[in-house]
């Protein structure tokens, strides 16, 4: 996934930014297909009590379990259904060449939930890097890990630029 040689912030990005506020889409072919792919299985384990979606909802209310289940009750589903649309963003726009700021707006959503649901099967942490060993039976999911994570960088990068100049 070698993406240097260029001299711009977007020369060798996969999102960058056009003139007409909106963003144009350089993603592989084999990433879209892998993200078309995988929003499937998104939207699967969003309505699974299943551990891997556990950093998709995250906690309030770490000490109090009481709390938790009643925040957790009553956000749950909203989660759940902002996930399942920008799942389905995703597979209704996988091919287009162009996003809106909305489209990619929810991009961003399930592309982040994706590599959230990846980071929990590895069990990634911020204090043990990632390296990705294509000889292992995790390799693949390793993989799949980094190019959402560049993904999502991406994506981050572009919409920074739509956000209006600090006051001073």
């Not at 960058?16 to 993603?27: K, N, T, V, Y």
Request: charged share 30%; aromatic share 6%; glycine share 8%.
């Amino acid at each position: 996934m070698a993406r240097d040689g260029g001299f711009g912030l977007f020369d060798n990005r996969w999102v960058r930014p056009d003139r007409e506020g909106g963003f144009d889409l350089a993603i592989p072919s084999g990433v879209r297909t892998m993200l078309g792919d995988l929003v499937d299985r998104l939207d699967e384990l969003l309505g699974t009590d299943s551990d891997l979606v556990r950093r998709v909802f995250p906690t309030a209310y770490p000490d109090d379990a009481e709390r938790e289940a009643g925040y957790q009750a009553m956000v749950r589903g909203e989660l759940i259904d902002r996930h399942r649309a920008s799942a389905a963003t995703i597979a209704d726009t996988v091919e287009a060449d162009h996003l809106t700021e909305a489209e990619l707006t929810a991009w961003m959503t399930a592309v982040n939930a994706l590599r959230l649901v990846f980071g929990t099967a590895l069990d990634v942490s911020e204090d043990v890097p990632l390296h990705v060993d294509m000889d292992s039976d995790e390799g693949p999911a390793q993989l799949a890990y980094q190019v959402l994570s560049e993904l999502v960088d991406d994506i981050v990068t572009a919409l920074r630029w739509t956000l209006p100049e600090p006051e001073a």
